[in-house]
């Protein structure tokens, strides 16, 4: 059978008279990787004590960072910026995920944090480069995964405007991941505070041409979706509060949230911070297209980037659309000119042989002519001399005049035939 492959000019739509199952399709995918798990790799940057660990927790409500007292003492702190990572197991309604958290202790905690985005951009590249490496394998079959899929950035609650360090890290690496930047411990400014400073935030990230993550939604999506986008976008950037521990509600009821003098603030509550926003879009909307866009955008870009600077080029003829007929079209034109380029060759080697033939033809017409000449003047030669003899023997047959009587021997010329 001929492949029509991109020739979609000849699709129609068909009605189906029954049901066949391949509308059961979805489900088969969804049941395939129910079986397999999700891989999720996240990276929080932000200074010490900012709340990463606390939020991390809060997010997943499970203890991914163990409290500080559980840590093992370290040595000495570390100078400038570290990268860490840790994975856990988790599962919610028979769904597994292995969640991979990467930690960046240090960050911004220098004097002089000029250079503080250095080792996270190279931590997520490397990462860019190993499962490039893996891509490039002859065996494929067991690529692990490891590339960012989205850095949570925290944004001191200072109220004021972005600072050199947060604009500096995020204008270094929004081409490299997604970047989710939130204003942390929330709790710490007012209502009015922080709707300024989120104002400020995002008109200090616009001017910087900083690419931020959002949810965009497009034709397919349903109203509830894009209502749904529309909420999240608005709250960007995220202002939120993490907490582990519990309080009670002043009908008894324990929430997760902080205990102030004047109350409590409760993390899941829309109305005190954008917690649930930021969990919303995170995990329960928006994981695949976060895994998605650093598949398709942020690695390809970089990938192309890679092989171009390692001098591989692209042959733009494979993405040719096929269409059967232009193929044959050229496959003809092709050979049209093969042939033409036979006939031309062949007239020229017929040409040249005749030219030959013709030089050697006139070689010989000469070579005979002049011989013909040559063998013309030897008779031509040899009739005169006959003739001078003819001549001189006529001469000696004569009758002896009178003179020649009286004196016979005066004037007499020698004959010819005296020997006789
Ligand atoms: N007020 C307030 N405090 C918070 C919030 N989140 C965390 N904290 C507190 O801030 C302190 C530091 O929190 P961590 O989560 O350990 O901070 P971290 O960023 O992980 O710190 P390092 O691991 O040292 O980099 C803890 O005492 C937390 O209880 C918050 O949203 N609001
Ligand atoms: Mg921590």
């Not at 809060?58 to 990572?85: N, Y």
């Not at 692209?314 to 093969?338: C, I, S, T, W, Y």
């Amino acid at each position: 059978m001929k492949s029509t492959a991109g020739n979609t000019g000849g699709i129609q739509k068909k009605k189906m008279n029954g049901y066949v199952g391949f509308s059961n399709y979805p489900n088969q995918v969804h049941r395939r990787s129910v079986k397999r798990g999700f891989n999720f790799t996240l990276m929080v940057v932000g200074e010490s004590g900012i709340g990463k660990s606390t939020l991390i927790n809060t997010l997943f409500d499970s203890k991914i960072f163990p409290d500080r007292e559980e840590m093992p003492p370290s040595a000495e702190p570390v100078k400038g910026v570290d990268v860490t990572s840790m994975s856990a197991d988790i599962q919610e309604n028979g769904v597994k995920l292995r969640l991979t958290v990467v930690d960046t202790p240090g960050f911004g905690d220098s004097i002089n944090n000029e250079d503080a985005w250095q080792p996270i951009l190279e931590n997520i590249e490397s990462r860019f480069d190993a499962y490039l490496a893996q891509e490039n394998r002859v065996n494929r079959s067991k690529i692990s995964d490891n590339r960012i899929d989205a850095v949570i950035y925290f944004i001191k609650p200072t109220g004021h405007c972005l600072r050199v360090i947060d604009i500096e890290f995020m204008k270094r690496l929004h081409t490299k991941v997604n970047l989710i930047p939130i204003i942390a411990k929330a709790d710490t400014l007012t209502a009015g505070e922080l709707e300024l400073f989120k104002a400020k935030i995002l008109a200090d990230i616009n001017y910087h041409g900083i690419q931020i993550f959002k949810p965009v939604s497009d034709e397919f999506d349903d109203p509830e979706t894009v209502a749904d986008n529309r909420e999240i976008l608005s709250k960007i950037p995220f202002a939120v509060i993490g907490s582990e521990k519990h309080v009670e509600r002043p009908d008894g009821t324990p929430v997760r949230g902080r205990r102030y003098p004047w109350g409590i603030i409760e993390v899941e509550n829309e109305e005190h911070n954008d917690f649930i926003k930021l969990r919303q879009m995170l995990l329960r909307s928006h994981m695949e297209e976060l895994k998605d866009t650093t598949d398709m955008v942020l690695y390809e870009n970089y990938r192309t980037q890679k092989l171009l600077s390692m001098g591989h080029v692209q042959d733009n003829n494979v993405f040719r659309e096929f269409n059967p007929l232009v193929q044959m079209e050229e496959e003809k034109r092709a050979h049209d000119g093969k042939m033409q380029k036979m006939e031309a060759e062949m007239s020229g080697v017929f040409q040249q042989k005749v030219n030959e033939k013709e030089a050697k033809l006139k070689q010989s017409e000469e070579e005979l002519y002049a011989r013909h000449k040559e063998m013309k003047s030897v008779l031509e030669k040899q009739r005169s001399e006959l003739e001078e003899k003819k001549k001189r023997a006529e001469a000696s047959a004569r009758p002896i005049t009178p003179m020649e009587q009286q004196h016979p021997t005066k004037g007499k010329k020698k004959n010819i035939f005296s020997g006789f």
